[in-house]
């Protein structure tokens, strides 16, 4: 159980290198135009609620649209992508996939989560050393998009994350934001065990919706009343939900810690 007043001083131990085991990471999401009432999606690039395959799969990895043949090695877009995620047996997995334009590629390793995806090569071509997809870049397995890196961006931004096996994440922060507010926006903190019997628990942020008028941003640190420990084997994203008519640009982001369980 997590005591969250002493969360600052572990920031500053864990930055000092006094707490060994500890990583600091993040899961920032975007969406735009957030207009659909009744069926929250999970913030981030994609814009739906994501169905993640129930075994591991491997995922089909694409550029489509306008120019997208040019994300290749040799071409004036990106020439590799670096997806992170989990296999089946919840084991970290990282794999780098050489783009082939509008072609398909498959990954090697099957994944039954994504954490990211990002464009870390561009193509010899692109005449910088930031690597922007000229298309959009999906990761899909059949018909469901997994992650994707919309054109002109770096990478895939999803306000979810996965505890992978034998280790344990502490949320320190919660942030959420409307960019552009033309509706009022309600916020879900969700968390899913993939432990049988699969268990999800979904928790309205305390102060869930933000009304169109206010356009700001507030910080959630203590997630549920007793501690925001997160045990190995689950799914923790972050969904909203527009209200009444009109639409949003959103933003969340969970810091989190991860250690040795």
């Given at each position: 159980m997590t005591n969250l007043r002493n969360i600052e001083a572990l920031d500053l131990r864990i930055a000092l290198g006094l707490v060994p085991g500890y990583d600091k990471r993040s899961a920032f999401g975007r969406f735009n135009g957030l207009n659909t009432a009744g069926s929250p999606i999970v913030v981030g690039s994609v814009g739906t609620d994501i169905n993640w395959p129930t075994t591991g799969a491997v995922l089909d990895i694409v550029s489509t649209g306008t120019g997208a043949s040019n994300d290749n090695p040799t071409g004036t877009g990106v020439g590799t992508i670096r997806i992170t995620g989990v296999d089946e047996d919840f084991e970290l997995l990282t794999e780098d996939?050489?783009?082939?334009g509008t072609t398909i590629v498959n990954t090697?390793?099957?994944f039954l989560r994504v954490d990211t995806m990002v464009s870390i090569l561009a193509g010899t071509l692109a005449g910088y050393n930031d690597a922007q997809p000229i298309g959009t870049i999906t990761a899909t397995h059949g018909t469901e998009i997994i992650a994707q890196i919309d054109a002109g961006t770096g990478a895939h931004l999803a306000a979810c994350f996965h505890v992978p096996v034998g280790k344990r994440?502490?949320?320190?922060?919660?942030?959420?934001?409307?960019d552009d507010g033309g509706?009022?926006?309600?916020f879900f903190l969700s968390v899913r065990s993939n432990v049988l019997p699969v268990d999800v628990v979904t928790i309205p942020i305390i102060k869930t919706k933000i009304n169109k008028s206010v356009d700001g941003q507030f910080i959630i640190l203590n997630i549920t009343s007793s501690n925001s420990t997160v045990p190995q084997y689950t799914d923790v994203w972050i969904s909203a939900d527009a209200?009444?008519?009109?639409s949003a640009d959103i933003t969340a982001t969970i810091i989190?810690?991860?250690?040795?369980a």
């Open positions: 996939v050489i783009m082939n090697v390793n099957s994440a502490v949320i320190k922060d919660i942030y959420t934001h409307i509706t009022d926006v309600e209200i009444g008519g009109g989190y810690y991860l250690t040795d």
